[in-house]
């Protein structure tokens, strides 16, 4: 039986993640500031004996013996992180400090979650771990998309100077229950809308697009990366170029924003709303779309969920999100 | 009389700025952990009343009543970092954090010296401060270009969220005295090289140009951005589309390394070195050229100093720094 902890465990992924590893019949610690992060993502958890939640912030040191530590405290969405932008930055560079200097003096395995958002405003498409990024370094999303290719590169620093083992995990967008309703991003902004008979608001032309990943299909990779053995996996990536494993993790199937409104929306016929159309945010990209080449090959995985399968899943959260609804 | 702290100040180019602030009349404290500055660099001014040296760690945390801190901590030639990129990125990321933190609650003002590897592998040349850069975040050179990029980011998270009155500089490839001579960086090689009478050593084809500015013209720079009253600047800035100043401070004059090595070798008409190749470093980058035009009209600056002029102030200091010279 491992021992695991979930960094930012009480949110969306994260809390998917901790039911997964409790399946399998290990013992999971939940790490939460509960920033963004709800203790009701892990209702259901907390009386299981192999389940312990510990709330603190990762940006301040912190001790425990595990195996494997999953790292993904972090704001995530735009609306949150851009309300906080030295707290979110500090989550990710100061929080990834403390645990690879955990996982160095414990022997612990690292994943960390990293994000396509590493790649700002893709100049090359689909992107593959060896592409770069466009990022603006002074722009309104680097505190989050800055703070993250930082965390990455401690990552790499520490095992090329301290061997820790680490694997990085590059998501796209994702989406499924556990969501936060409020978050801003594009998937539960037109499902609430929707159910809300609001109007779908959609930011810039909405031919911009989109790969969307359901949940279940990021936690079956993230689980599958963490399983390998270290020095196969580590063979396998130098011979992909790489010194330590970075891999996208997401849909490819790529969608315009109109699509995925339009799809929303056919799956709530009874919904009244209409398709409204405002402005684009500063340095919002254009288009992103992983290349899973190498996920496949090293972790022997593809996603499975059609968008609209993981849409209905979504849906029926969502519905006990709304106001009024009893979760 | 104004009250300077200068992190990292017992280096290359803290020394220089050191000197310049009390030639002013002011009060200057140099903090460095001397992992590459040189207490010999600040010879000459330990006595000075108005001078303080500290030993101290910018990662660690600390405090002092300044109207002006100058950030320069960390080590900033390839050899050095590559040989601690953890402590690198530390000192880029949690140094500039300690800085922001303590000029938050003291009020004081901040110049934050980033620099042109925050633009990488350019794909614009020259390089205006919009251009967003090209770096590999999991490269030999990341721990010092994420490092400067993240440490970007949260000057302008700390001017948005805290109001801090920040100022960036991203400095180009300076020379001069006091430059570390086993730095491993281009002007110091050859030039040691050929004083040496050793073969002088070219990586790549020698046909990768970059533009080398002398520490003096830097020094003007840096110092009257510093002068400048905030809102005039701020709204001088916002007229060319940044929240916070930014400006590349560089000279825009274009030389191949090949070039260079030349001019070293025609002010040493008595060396007998030769010109050798080898292969070039991984992610090294190709062309550097900085666009001047903001820091033109922000600080009514250029720069002033010739190539060979500077080269021959750089080679008398190094001609006191050959093995068994006396300084």
Redesign the interface.
């Known amino acids: 039986m491992k021992k695991h902890l979930i960094t930012g465990g009480a949110g969306f992924i994260g809390s998917h993640l901790a039911r997964r590893l409790l399946d399998q019949g290990d013992e999971v610690t939940v790490m939460d500031n509960l920033f963004t992060g709800n203790k009701s993502n892990i209702y259901g958890l907390m009386e299981n004996p192999r389940f312990t939640f510990i709330l603190h912030d990762v940006t301040q040191p912190f001790w425990g013996q595990f195996d494997e530590i999953y790292n993904l405290a972090c704001p995530a969405s735009p609306i949150h992180y851009q309300r906080?932008?030295?707290e979110t930055?500090?989550a990710s560079?100061?929080g990834m400090?403390n645990v690879l200097e955990l996982a160095l003096k414990t022997k612990a395995r690292v994943l960390h979650t990293s994000t396509s958002e590493?790649y700002?405003d893709p100049?090359v498409h689909p992107q593959p771990e060896t592409y770069?990024?466009?990022?603006?370094?002074?722009g309104i999303r680097?505190?989050y998309d800055?703070?993250k290719?930082?965390a990455?590169?401690?990552?790499?620093?520490?095992c090329?100077?301290?061997n820790v083992d680490v694997r990085?995990v590059r998501i796209f967008n994702t989406y499924g229950p556990n969501m936060h309703p409020q978050d801003g991003r594009v998937v539960s902004n037109f499902i609430m809308q929707a159910l809300q008979g609001h109007d779908i608001t959609i930011y810039g032309s909405g031919q911009q697009t989109r790969s969307f990943q359901y949940v279940d299909d990021l936690i079956e990779a993230v689980t599958r990366l963490m399983q390998l053995e270290r020095y196969p996996l580590a063979e396998a990536c130098r011979r992909h170029g790489?010194?330590?494993p970075?891999v996208n993790v997401g849909n490819p199937n790529e969608f315009t924003i109109r699509e995925l409104a339009e799809t929303v929306l056919a799956l709530l016929p009874e919904s009244n709303s209409k398709i409204v159309y405002r402005a684009l945010p500063m340095d919002d990209p254009q288009r992103r779309k992983p290349d899973i080449t190498l996920a496949g090959e090293l972790c022997d995985w593809a996603p499975a969920v059609p968008l609209a399968e993981g849409l209905k899943h979504a849906i029926a959260y969502f519905r006990t999100r709304l106001p009024g609804a009893c979760a």
């Open positions: 906080n932008p030295v930055i500090k560079f100061v400090l590493i700002g100049l770069w990024g466009n990022i603006n370094t002074i680097s505190c800055e703070g290719r930082a990455e590169t401690l990552c790499v620093d520490y090329r100077e301290y990085l790489f010194d330590i970075v």
